[in-house]
């Protein structure tokens, strides 16, 4: 009985690791001069306007983007919130823009999408400075994650198109 459990067991995994999903970034504006001369990145909650996604995918991928951006040390600050200062601080206004496929019963078998797009703005000249969408996908439904590792794909893939296009330039 116990072979059993552990084959099975090997299968799972294998399955969850052949089938986690990827993820793409489709850039419209680049960043010039990249983000580097920001100090602070401000991450208000995502907006949506499909209704088929949980309440909670609003504040919760921003979330963890501070949570990934404040380990990694990018910037001196990451804000949830407006801060006061103007100068020098990158908001990042995210908008989830699809789901796919809409009913649950669906994303627990099928191959799960989470598109978001983003624009990233310079807070003392109310400036876009890059924008791009994002999509998290997770294969196989439930069984590599569902929707909760769609939009953790999502969130690896705004984190680390940010880290990309962090270029640190001399006098910083």
């Given at each position: 009985?116990k072979k059993?459990?552990?084959?099975l067991?090997?299968?799972?995994?294998l399955?969850?690791?052949?089938?986690?999903?990827?993820?793409?970034?489709?850039?419209?504006?680049?960043?010039?001069?990249?983000?580097?001369?920001?100090?602070i990145?401000?991450?208000?909650?995502f907006?949506?306007s499909?209704?088929?996604?949980?309440?909670?995918?609003?504040?919760?991928?921003?979330n963890?983007?501070?949570?990934?951006?404040?380990?990694?040390?990018?910037f001196i600050?990451?804000?949830?919130?407006p801060?006061?200062?103007?100068?020098?601080?990158?908001?990042?206004?995210?908008?989830?823009?699809?789901?796919?496929?809409?009913?649950?019963?669906?994303?627990?078998i099928?191959?799960v999408?989470v598109?978001?797009?983003?624009?990233?703005?310079?807070k003392?000249?109310?400036r876009?400075?890059?924008?791009a969408?994002?999509?998290?996908?997770?294969?196989?439904g439930?069984?590599s994650?569902?929707?909760?590792f769609?939009?953790?794909?999502?969130?690896?893939?705004?984190?680390?198109?940010?880290?990309h296009n962090?270029?640190?330039?001399?006098?910083?």
């Open positions: 009985m059993v459990y552990a084959i067991s090997a299968i799972m995994v399955v969850v690791l052949s089938s986690c999903g990827g993820q793409r970034t489709f850039q419209t504006n680049p960043p010039v001069g990249g983000f580097a001369e920001y100090l990145i401000e991450i208000p909650d907006k949506t499909v209704s088929s996604i949980p309440p909670d995918a609003t504040w919760r991928i921003p963890e983007i501070a949570e990934r951006l404040e380990r990694e040390k990018i600050g990451v804000s949830r919130s801060v006061s200062i103007r100068e020098r601080v990158l908001v990042m206004e995210g908008n989830i823009v699809n789901v796919e496929p809409k009913e649950w019963y669906e994303q627990a099928r191959t999408r598109t978001a797009h983003v624009r990233f703005v310079d003392a000249e109310n876009v400075i890059a924008e969408t994002f999509e998290g996908v997770s294969k196989a439930a069984l994650g569902g929707v909760p769609a939009y953790y794909r999502l969130v690896d893939e705004i984190v680390e198109y940010i880290k962090y270029t640190l330039r001399p006098g910083y």
